[in-house]
């Protein structure tokens, strides 16, 4: 009797076993934290007089910050005829203090073949692809989105965007372009305004041939902040020979994604440009970059003694190495520079606002 069983189990397992076969499913992901040191010109802003104990803020901090850690799911299904049935779905998590949830990332289902792929659900947008392999600090407190990513700070505006329609081309001798769609735009729209099947669009090319990349794309956003409609455009080049790499990026954006004002009430807009560097040598990479934001016009921002002054240039410069112990495992410090608040960075603003930081981080990242 237990053989019988035992061999009907066998013969019900076999079709999904089979199923199993057909359809690819990889579990990746990657473990990243830093022990960060941070310094900074921090204003308050309560109007209480130098001395007054309720007056002082912190100018310096440690803190140990998860970037971007992450769990994934992706898969695939042979449809035959070269076509493809592909999935994603991607986690989030903050192994530093807790908390996430399920496909926070890049969450997708779509189709594949020699025509290109087509994707639905939650992605990054084209122009936010377009130059992220320049970002040669990436996910650390020297990424180039300065602070955020949408533009608060000046720095290069990245978006991952929900309900995103994206269609990618094969590549043709090392060009790929890259379009999506956003539905009703996803930002907040007033009920009357919805509707649209393309309210947020974003387009982008890439040219990659031997050591040369070429980036770009340009972005509309609809109703993006207070009903304003906005946009951004950005290119970049980098180019490796040998062991060393330099890259540059350029970006002009709409001020209603910084959501800086003039006097009159209207946004400010503002362009981002910076450049990089590196080095490889033995399991080791030595890294630098400057970045500028540049406001067509000053914006107010706190100094150390709590007084409101004006400015439109914000300067960022960092360095850092990198120490590679295998192809997943790596140790990094990085010492960064800025006018404005640092990426990740975990300063208390209550009351205060961080200005003028300065960091020195201290990283590890695996990648499985």
Sequence with gaps: MKKKLLTLAVAAALPMATQAANAE?????????SIDYLSADQADTNGLLPGNPLRETNDSLWDVTSRASRIGFKGSEDLGDGLKLIWKAE????????GGGFATRNAYIGLSGSWGTFLYGRHDTPVKISTGKLDIFGDTIADYNVGDQDGDNGGFVDIRA???IAYVSPNFSGLTLVGAIVPDADYGETVDEQGDFAGAYSLAAMYSNGG?????????????SNNVDASHWRIGAGYDFGNF??????????????????????FIDFKTYTINGSYKFGNNVVKAMWLRSDWDDDIAVY????????DDKFDTWAIGLDHNFSKRTKAYVIYIDSDIALHGSN???????????????FGMVHSF
């Design 25 to 33: 499913v990889t579990i990746y992901g990657k473990i990243h934290a």
């Design 91 to 98: 986690t989030q998590m903050n192994i530093a203090e807790g």
């Design 162 to 164: 929900n309900d995103a």
């Design 212 to 224: 040369l990349f070429i980036g770009g794309g340009y972005e509309s956003l609809d109703d993006v």
């Design 245 to 266: 790499h330099i890259g540059g990026i350029y970006q002009s954006a709409d001020g209603a994604i910084g959501g800086r004002v003039d006097a009159t009430g209207d």
């Design 303 to 310: 100094t150390d003694d709590g007084t409101v002054e004006a």
């Design 347 to 361: 300063f208390n603003t209550t009351g205060a606002f961080a200005r003028e930081q300065s960091g020195l981080s």
